[in-house]
C-alpha cells in the first residue's frame, strides 16, 4: 500500500488509477501534508440484478374486464354528503 503525496497524486493519477485496476496495488493512499487524506481503491464490479418480469406471477388474477367496476369507484370518489 503505497501512500503518495498530493504533488504526486496529481501529476501521476493516470498512473496510479491503472496499477490499482491491474491489480499491481490493493489501494494507493494519497496524502497531504505527510497525512493519509484519500484511499484510491479498484471498484467492485456491479452485482447484475436479475429481471424482475413475473415477480408477481400466480398472486392475483386479474380481471376479465378491467374497466367493470369503473362506475362504481368513480361514485366511491364524487361521493358528497348530503
Not at 29 to 41: E, K, M
Amino acid at each position: 500500500m503505497p501512500t503518495v503525496n498530493m504533488h504526486d497524486a496529481k501529476s501521476q493519477l493516470s498512473k496510479l488509477v491503472e496499477a490499482v485496476e491491474k491489480g499491481e496495488v490493493d489501494e494507493v493512499i494519497i496524502a497531504r501534508n505527510g497525512r493519509p487524506a484519500a484511499r484510491l481503491t479498484p471498484l467492485q464490479p456491479r452485482a447484475e440484478t436479475s429481471r424482475r418480469i413475473g415477480i408477481a406471477k400466480g398472486r392475483f388474477v386479474a380481471p376479465q374486464d378491467p374497466h367493470a367496476d369503473d362506475a362504481e369507484v368513480a361514485a366511491l370518489f364524487l361521493y358528497s354528503k348530503p
